[in-house]
């Protein structure tokens, strides 16, 4: 995951650093995944941690007790984030065996979440002694906005603490903004060009472009991932782009470009090669197979994760989504089902959605319920994975031979 640089406090925000130990875990005694990061955050050089730790190991055992530790959070804790703060000071009142390893502080101190953490969060089974993240006040705008974006996306209150005090806005959600902004281009244009904005594609010229998904020029396989950035109409991009921004902004800014990009493209290819087996005569535009890929997943994430989600009207807000959702496909199956404009080439197909859902139930909601948590450490992971890549070589299978074993016949290109 990408991560970038904690935000240091200064004095923007002031936060009480509690000395007390405080435990991250919640009334149910909830399980509290292993998270972990391959990124290093600096708030210290390493060989300065390991100078550090020789002091509180006279020894040279390779362990400090937790009694030590503590004592060494005590006097060095004003460097560090009074949040992150918190969980190592329930990493000390947890860990039961009373001692602490060297890789174990450094990964602590260099704010790089391990097992440890795991292991002192379930031995803990007690709340957070301080205030929530929620209750915090004198925030700048900037604050509210990744406040709110935390309390949408995670479910627990220690993985909002930590997203909250390590994000910068370095980078910013650029993919999700630029894949709109692209398809808002490439629309306008079209829309000049084929003199249309709602429903473009009764113009004969409409899939003449280089970018839709056409049976007959499957062999292009650009097409498959391009013809997200042509749509039926401005109804059909305003749904799209409402969704895709209002779900897949916040997620990027929880879980990176990197893998919020994955689920996305899955989701647009998975489409386009859903319809290419089931629907093979039709066209495909549309960016409904990344949009339903992430909106779908989301939803999926709020539902395992009701107790801890803490969005606002979250019931309201899940059913609203469900609702656009639905009559984004409702239209999208009247249209396929309506008289073509240039027949015998039939409207663009509908499965196109149903591909998007199923990678976003499947390889998405693995993705976004792995915080920090690196994906290829994770078993569920490569088991969709694995299941995805089967089904693309499948499908492309498919498409180099059924078509003709088939005997299908398919529309005139455009």
Same mark, same amino acid.
């Given at each position: 995951?990408?991560?970038s640089?904690p935000?240091?406090?200064?004095?923007?925000?002031e936060a009480?650093?509690?000395?007390?130990p405080?435990?991250?875990?919640n009334?149910e005694?909830?399980e509290?995944?292993v998270l972990?990061s391959?990124?290093?955050?600096p708030?210290?050089?390493?060989?300065?941690?390991?100078?550090?730790?020789?002091?509180?190991d006279?020894?040279?055992?390779?362990?400090?007790?937790?009694e030590?530790?503590?004592?060494?959070?005590?006097?060095?804790?004003s460097?560090?984030?009074?949040?992150?703060l918190e969980v190592l000071?329930?990493l %000390?009142?947890?860990?039961a065996?009373?001692?602490i390893c060297?890789?174990?502080?450094?990964n602590?101190?260099?704010n790089? @979440?391990?097992?440890?953490?795991?292991?002192?969060?379930l031995?803990g089974? @007690?709340?957070?002694?301080v *205030?929530s993240?929620?209750?915090?006040?004198?925030?700048?705008?900037s604050q @509210?906005l990744?406040?709110?974006?935390?309390?949408e996306?995670?479910?627990?209150?220690?993985?909002r603490?930590?997203?909250?005090?390590?994000y910068?806005?370095?980078?910013?959600?650029w993919?999700?903004?630029?894949?709109t902004i692209?398809e808002?281009?490439?629309? =306008?244009?079209?829309g000049?060009?084929?003199?249309?904005l709602?429903?473009?594609?009764?113009?004969?010229?409409f899939?003449k472009?280089?970018?839709p998904y056409?049976p007959?020029? @499957?062999?292009?396989a650009?097409?498959?991932?391009?013809?997200i950035?042509m749509?039926?109409?401005?109804e059909?991009l305003?749904l799209n782009?409402?969704m895709?921004?209002?779900?897949?902004?916040?997620?990027e800014m929880?879980?990176g470009?990197?893998?919020?990009g994955?689920?996305?493209? *899955?989701g647009?290819?998975?489409g386009?090669?859903?319809v #290419?087996?089931?629907? =093979?005569?039709a066209?495909?535009?549309?960016?409904?197979?990344g949009?339903?890929?992430?909106?779908s997943?989301?939803?999926?994430?709020?539902?395992?994760n009701?107790?801890g989600?803490? *969005?606002q009207?979250?019931?309201?807000?899940? %059913?609203?989504a469900?609702?656009c959702? #639905?009559?984004?496909?409702g239209?999208a199956?009247?249209?396929?089902?309506?008289?073509?404009a240039?027949p015998p080439c039939p409207?663009?197909s509908?499965?196109?959605?149903l591909?998007?859902?199923m990678v976003?139930?499947?390889?998405?909601?693995?993705?976004?319920?792995?915080?920090?948590?690196?994906?290829?450490?994770?078993?569920l992971?490569?088991?969709f994975?694995?299941?995805y890549?089967?089904?693309?070589?499948c499908?492309v299978f498919?498409?180099?031979f059924?078509?003709?074993?088939l005997?299908?016949?398919?529309p005139?290109p455009?």
């Amino acid at each position: 995951m990408e991560k970038s640089s904690p935000r240091m406090t200064g004095g923007t925000r002031e936060a009480p650093v509690n000395s007390s130990p405080a435990v991250a875990s919640n009334a149910e005694g909830e399980e509290i995944e292993v998270l972990e990061s391959t990124d290093v955050l600096p708030v210290a050089q390493e060989d300065q941690w390991k100078s550090l730790f020789d002091k509180y190991d006279p020894e040279n055992s390779g362990f400090i007790s937790t009694e030590r530790f503590r004592d060494l959070l005590a006097t060095h804790g004003s460097e560090l984030d009074p949040h992150k703060l918190e969980v190592l000071l329930a990493l %000390a009142d947890g860990n039961a065996d009373g001692k602490i390893c060297y890789q174990d502080f450094v990964n602590l101190m260099s704010n790089k @979440r391990s097992n440890s953490f795991r292991r002192a969060i379930l031995q803990g089974s @007690r709340q957070l002694k301080v *205030c929530s993240l929620r209750d915090e006040a004198g925030l700048g705008l900037s604050q @509210r906005l990744v406040r709110h974006v935390a309390y949408e996306t995670l479910p627990r209150e220690v993985d909002r603490k930590w997203y909250f005090d390590s994000y910068t806005y370095c980078p910013p959600p650029w993919l999700i903004l630029a894949i709109t902004i692209a398809e808002v281009a490439v629309f =306008m244009y079209y829309g000049f060009q084929l003199d249309r904005l709602v429903l473009q594609v009764s113009s004969p010229s409409f899939l003449k472009s280089p970018l839709p998904y056409h049976p007959q020029l @499957r062999a292009q396989a650009w097409r498959y991932l391009s013809y997200i950035f042509m749509h039926t109409g401005i109804e059909h991009l305003s749904l799209n782009m409402a969704m895709q921004l209002l779900v897949g902004v916040p997620l990027e800014m929880v879980h990176g470009a990197l893998r919020i990009g994955l689920v996305y493209v *899955c989701g647009v290819l998975a489409g386009s090669l859903a319809v #290419s087996v089931t629907d =093979m005569t039709a066209p495909v535009v549309g960016s409904s197979g990344g949009v339903y890929a992430l909106v779908s997943a989301h939803l999926a994430n709020v539902v395992m994760n009701w107790s801890g989600m803490k *969005c606002q009207f979250k019931l309201f807000r899940m %059913a609203m989504a469900l609702v656009c959702m #639905s009559v984004e496909f409702g239209r999208a199956v009247w249209l396929r089902f309506y008289p073509p404009a240039f027949p015998p080439c039939p409207n663009p197909s509908f499965v196109a959605h149903l591909g998007g859902v199923m990678v976003g139930l499947t390889l998405g909601v693995v993705v976004l319920q792995n915080y920090e948590q690196r994906l290829q450490e994770q078993s569920l992971f490569w088991i969709f994975f694995c299941v995805y890549t089967v089904f693309v070589l499948c499908a492309v299978f498919w498409n180099i031979f059924a078509y003709s074993l088939l005997d299908v016949r398919l529309p005139p290109p455009p």
